[in-house]
């Protein structure tokens, strides 16, 4: 290894290192979102370190062939602590503040939505159900009136030929229908007394 890639080695670890404490700060910032739940906590640990571990490598790959020496682990210390003396309290405004700009912008186009998209839906939906409800009132109407013409004869028909019926007769479907009506009374009477019951 030529002193050129020792000294580029170096330098692309330092700045790794800083990487590293920049990545970890921010990792550590969304932990307060799941660190009540344990499984996933251990296994979004070990993601998070997987991912840099092999990150930092390939890095280092790229540069020198992925030969790991002392002085590479210190230059990647180095760097974490350089972030953590001169930028962590920094880099930990700036991202409170990314946090906030994101969360603004969110909520701004969560509200877009609701009143550009979700809102007229609502309303197209509702005039609509208003609509059809008010074309079936209409229709039903428009049916009870037809049926009504259709069955006045029948009934004038009917009414007639009971008129010429003998008193006899006449009494018979009285009988009839004051036996009805006495049954029907009885079993309601019956359902209400049964309802209370059951409950």
Known sequence: MT????????????????????????FRRFTI???RKIVLTYFLEVCFWLTQTL??????YRINAGEIRFYVILAC?????????FAAKLYKA??????????????????LVQVLIITPVIWIVMALVTLLLGIF????KV?????????APIWWILKGIYNLLPQK?????????????????????????????RR
């Open 169 to 197: 007769i006449k009494n018979y479907f009285l009988q009839i229908a004051g036996f009805y009506s006495k049954m029907k009374n009885i079993v309601n009477k019956w359902l209400k007394e049964i309802r209370p019951k």
């Open 94 to 111: 700036l991202l409170e503040q990314i946090i906030r700009i994101i969360a603004a912008i969110y909520r701004f186009c969560e509200r």
């Open 77 to 85: 210390l180095l760097g974490f602590s350089i972030y953590q003396v």
């Open 55 to 60: 990150i930092i490598f390939y890095v280092l």
């Open 137 to 140: 009132r209409l229709l039903s």
């Open 3 to 26: 002193l050129s890639v020792q000294f580029l080695t170096m330098i692309t670890m330092v700045l790794s290192g800083l990487y590293l404490g920049v990545v970890l700060e921010t």
């Open 143 to 151: 049916l009870l009136f037809t049926l009504k013409l259709l069955f």
């Open 33 to 35: 979102y799941w660190k």
